[in-house]
Nanobody, 127 residues
Framework: QVQLVESGGGLVQAGGSLRLSCVAS????????MGWFRQAPGKEREFVAA????????YYADSVKGRCAISRDNAKNTVYLQMNSLKPEDTAVYFC????????????????????WGQGTQVTVSS
């Protein structure tokens, strides 16, 4: 069974930190880029961060650049998103996704570049 399972979300005060995790099972992980996206109520899903299969390249949305760090552990089939200095506008459901091109040296920042998605984890930042 193909699964991407996110965890680590929760309620945090503005200025706080969270570390999201996404564990993959039932699908190849190490040769594929991974991405994080988010969707706030009433808004479209938007790109947050992505990482190439070998961690050689990372990409961030301007809105989170300098506050978030994406990383991965291919031995654990896990991708992480460290989020610091959280703001109320970061409130959203956060999804991880697997890129659809194996051995691609970069990572896509559009959702069409991903084929498998998790169910999401809620992040709520209070002011």
């Amino acid at each position: 069974q193909v699964q991407l399972v996110e965890s680590g979300g929760g309620l945090v005060q503005a200025g706080g930190s969270l570390r999201l995790s996404c564990v993959a099972s039932g699908l190849s992980f190490s040769g594929y880029a991974m991405g994080w996206f988010r969707q706030a109520p009433g808004k479209e899903r938007e790109f947050v961060a992505a990482i190439s299969w070998n961690s050689g390249r990372t990409y961030y949305a301007d809105s989170v650049k300098g506050r978030c760090a994406i990383s991965r552990d291919n031995a654990k089939n896990t991708v992480y998103l460290q989020m610091n200095s959280l703001k109320p506008e970061d409130t959203a459901v956060y999804f991880c996704a697997r890129g659809h091109s194996r051995w691609y040296l970069g990572a896509r920042t559009d959702s069409s570049g991903y084929d498998y998605w998790g169910q999401g984890t809620q992040v709520t930042v209070s002011s």
